[in-house]
């Protein structure tokens, strides 16, 4: 389960900057993409987990999924697919691999406490 590696270094992360802050930390944002390959349930879990026994116990790790967006290269145009099962242009079906969003996996911003 590599989603307890990400939940560790999540932590790791967070207690870093809020031992540099002298600040405790009350929340972890992350972006998700939808082709990250981390299971938001399973990453939420492992937080947890991860979280015990140290000074990051009892913060939330809030999620923003990313959807999948491509590039349509008849088009011209970024847009987002209807399914992952079929990586073709939403507008004019066009097939494309060209995947510009979804592949996220980031730490966006801590809330702390001072």
Known sequence: MHELSIALSLVEIAEEEAERLGARVSAVHLRLGALSGVVKEALYSSYEMACADTPLRGSRLVIDEV???????????????????????SSCGAPTLDVRQGREIELIALEVEQ
């Open 67 to 89: 959807p999948v967006v491509v590039y349509c290269p008849d088009c011209d145009q970024q847009r987002p697919l209807e399914s992952i099962q079929s990586f073709c242009c």
